[in-house]
């Protein structure tokens, strides 16, 4: 039985609820387990509300594999209901988000190369198998157990659960591509509007960059691009976007029939940042040729460091007022319609679907 903090009581929960993933074409089995007590240095967060990623999509139907049983879902936020030994107390009911990866810290990934994501010994919550960190590992439950190596980030009151959730994924790797990026110059492009894409645009104008174009394959994601500061362009036609001439663009639109326009797009010297492609359905059309005559960098993103968690909160927290962030994030659904949740996903109104864990 875990001990958790509500307001100034200790109240004894012994269970959480979990909603567990057995494989492409079974329905989400939802299932009481019981909470474990925290370990050394880890906590156990109760959820308030947590989103689906595309990943969790893709993994669903079956165009990403990964084991099974598990709980998916990995980008969420809540309160610190109870820690272990080592951990600092006045963690103890913090709303925080946290790094999507738990990483060991001594590895060569992690100590050498400064890129943690990519550790050796590493757990990605919503992505392990049900027998991981006591099972609970995933975002579609009710309580959570963050390991010793994961970095909790405190969550601002002032940003609203659906506005923090997406956070420790979508925009934390949008910061790590951006913080690579060039000084701003005349113009950007971003392949993609989902939520990546609009991060992009948002950060990309808030860095300094005058123009960036936003380009998308379907009229009614480009809707909100203007509100993020970008300029829309639909990919039939992509006139707009002069050749030979971009400092920088970004894929995050996950298909690689975007890349041969993309090269076609940038200036001699310019830049190239792969974040969307993360499927095996990915295998690039491109000669040495076009690289090298054009002397331009070709660099991928997948996933980001704590210190890019811990940017994305801070920009939200410093932008609030300036961008419809919660526009972008449907109200929530409870747990317990977890498949309609992801119905909804699939169906393109919303960038992220909300599920709310405050259930028995």
């Not at 057995?22 to 906590?43: L, N, W």
């Not at 820690?83 to 709303?95: A, C, M, N, T, V």
């Not at 949008?174 to 894409?197: C, I, N, R, W, Y």
Request: hydrophobic letters at 40%; aromatic letters at 6%; charged letters at 20%.
């Amino acid at each position: 039985m875990t001990s958790i903090l509500r307001g100034l009581s200790i109240v004894r929960v012994a269970t959480a609820w979990i909603s567990v993933f057995r494989g492409v074409g079974q329905p989400f089995e939802r299932v009481e387990r019981p909470i474990p007590e925290p370990g050394p240095g880890e906590a156990v967060v109760a959820l308030d509300l947590s989103t689906l990623c595309g990943s969790d999509l893709h993994t669903l139907r079956g165009r990403r594999h990964g084991p099974v049983p598990t709980i998916l879902g990995h980008e969420g936020v809540g309160r610190v209901v109870a820690i272990g030994e080592g951990k600092e107390s006045s963690w103890l009911g913090r709303r925080v988000s946290w790094t999507l990866t738990d990483s060991c810290g001594a590895c060569r990934p992690c100590a050498a190369w400064g890129i943690p994501q990519k550790c050796i010994n590493l757990l990605k919550y919503g992505h392990a198998p049900l027998t991981a960190s006591g099972g609970l590992h995933g975002c579609y439950a009710s309580h959570l157990t963050l390991r010793k190596g994961t970095h909790l980030v405190e969550v601002p009151a002032a940003l609203p659960d659906a506005v923090a959730a997406p956070a420790n994924c979508a925009l934390a790797t949008m910061v790590a591509v951006a913080e690579s990026l060039p000084p701003p110059g005349d113009m950007a492009v971003v392949q993609g509007a989902g939520l990546l894409g609009l991060y992009g645009c948002a950060l990309l104008r808030m860095a300094g960059w005058p123009t960036v174009f936003v380009v998308d394959h379907q009229p009614q994601r480009l809707t909100a691009v203007p509100r993020f500061g970008g300029t829309p362009v639909l990919a039939a036609d992509s006139s707009p976007i002069p050749r030979d001439e971009v400092d920088v663009v970004v894929e995050v639109c996950g298909s690689a029939h975007a890349i041969p326009e993309g090269l076609r797009w940038l200036r001699p010297g310019g830049h190239y940042a792969l974040a969307g492609l993360v499927h095996p359905d990915s295998a690039l059309s491109l000669t040495g040729e076009s690289l090298i005559r054009k002397c331009l960098t070709l660099r991928g993103f997948h996933n980001y460091a704590p210190r890019h968690l811990m940017s994305a909160i801070n920009f939200l927290d410093r932008h609030r007022d300036t961008h419809p962030w919660e526009s972008l994030v449907s109200p929530p659904m409870p747990l317990s319609r977890l498949e309609e949740a992801f119905a909804l996903a699939e169906s393109g109104r919303w960038c992220r679907v909300a599920v709310t864990a405050r259930e028995p």
